[in-house]
């Protein structure tokens, strides 16, 4: 196994777990990566300012630097260091942190019954809220969830000629309907606020808010159903405390974290422990190994929903820590409870599985079964 197979790996954590040997990070010749997978270390590079979210020579992937896929990635905070980020930050943050768990039950309920498979419950109904969030109507979100989904496949390097071509037609399409949003929510107004200098840097990061929720809440609640599959008492706690939820998906967030790792690109010689690391360098950060170090979480490897000061990387840390994590996890638990209530005969379907290829995403892809004659 290699540290980017161990993403969509049926089982990783004891390869992770051997990793963790090395207290140091670790150079991988074959990947051409360092390594990074304990909790300490994979802090340390985070907090680390010259260890940078993007190549100093390629702020813009190549393959999308010339479309509008590219525009859009070249104005996300995700993907700059310094006042491009700090700005955009200073006014998504608060603004993210104000959304409060009732708003995103009533969006929710709007939504369950239109949801047919597992597929639309993961990936189309956590953009839909977001974007009903930011004043979308209820007849746009289905084709800005879908049109989200085109967008990130420019995010990722498994994606297809095809699929990068799709992914300028999507940053196109959503740009255009962002232009023509009517109604302004208290969310979009407080980040509007904000010091923008331009309305595209504007956009390019309400594209983001989306584009940042549609993968990650897809394997959260993804990696959710899987775990309810696998242990069906958990089923019967969360329908008698319905409060339980919260921690089901923190504890799912750790124990099988939806996004597995993160990279960092070295843009100034620098030591991380006693490893000195020379401009140019690129450090794979395990996030999924960090939530089961023991420094950090004690019996990482029980899943446990009462659980003394959790400690969460798989929503990263340091400064481009994930301004949208208390609204995940809630959106997430809200979409299995209403799963629960009005839907619960999709969830037979959660027990034949493998996972949506990619380099740092652990999503599982559902497997409909197939009547026999
Ligand atoms: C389960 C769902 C989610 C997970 C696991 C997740 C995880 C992450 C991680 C790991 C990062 C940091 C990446 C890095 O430092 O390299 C991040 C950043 C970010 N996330 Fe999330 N995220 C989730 C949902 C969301 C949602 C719902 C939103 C917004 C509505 C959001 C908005 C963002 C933004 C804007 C950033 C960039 C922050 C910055 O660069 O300062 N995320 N997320």
């Known amino acids: 196994m290699t540290p980017l197979q161990a993403a969509t790996h049926a089982d990783p954590y004891a390869y992770y777990a051997r990793l963790r040997r090395h207290d140091e990070l670790m150079f991988d010749a074959d990947l051409g990566l360092w390594i990074a997978s304990r909790a300490d270390t994979v802090e340390a590079v985070l907090a680390h300012p010259d260890c940078r979210v993007r190549p100093p020579h390629e702020p813009v992937p190549k393959a999308i630097a010339q479309g509008a896929a590219g525009q859009v990635f070249a104005r996300l905070m995700r993907m700059n260091e310094g006042p491009a980020h700090r700005c955009p930050r200073a006014a998504i943050e608060p603004a993210l942190a104000a959304v409060d768990a009732p708003l995103v039950a009533d969006v929710m ?6 949801v047919d498979d597992l597929e639309a419950l993961m990936f189309s109904v956590p953009v839909s809220v977001i974007a009903a969030l ?6 746009q979100l289905a084709s800005v969830a879908a049109l989200t989904r085109d967008f990130v496949a420019c995010l990722s390097p498994l994606s297809s000629e095809a699929q990068l071509l799709e992914s300028d037609a999507g940053a196109s399409q959503l740009r255009r309907m962002f232009s023509g949003l009517l109604a302004e929510t208290a969310l979009l107004a407080q980040i509007r606020e904000g010091d923008w200098q331009d309305a595209d840097r504007l956009t390019a ?3 983001g808010l989306l584009s940042q929720t549609c993968e990650a809440s897809a394997g959260l609640i993804g990696n959710s159903l899987v775990m309810l599959a696998r242990q069906p008492e958990l089923i019967d706690r969360v329908q008698r405390t319905p409060a339980l939820v919260m921690a089901l998906v923190e ?3 750790r124990y099988d974290s939806p996004v597995q790792n993160t990279r960092r690109f070295v843009a100034a010689r620098c030591t991380i422990g006693n490893r000195v690391l020379e401009v140019g360098d690129t450090v794979l950060v395990l996030l999924a190994s960090a939530n089961r170090d023991s420094a950090a979480n004690p019996s990482p490897d029980s899943f446990l929903l009462e659980r ?3 400690r969460l990387f798989s929503f990263g840390s340091g400064r481009h820590q994930c301004p ?6 809630t959106i997430a638990s809200q979409a ?3 799963l629960l209530h009005r839907q619960p005969a999709l969830l037979a379907g959660a027990c034949r599985f493998s996972y949506w290829p990619s380099l740092n995403g652990r999503i599982p892809r559902f497997h409909k079964l197939v009547p026999t004659q």
């Open 134 to 139: 930011l004043g979308f109507q209820a007849q």
């Open 336 to 338: 299995l409870l209403a």
């Open 205 to 207: 990061n309400l594209i």
């Open 251 to 253: 504890e799912v967030a």
């Open 109 to 114: 309920a709007s939504l369950i019954d239109g």
């Open 308 to 310: 003394a000061q959790r």
């Open 324 to 329: 949208g994590q208390r609204l995940a996890l």
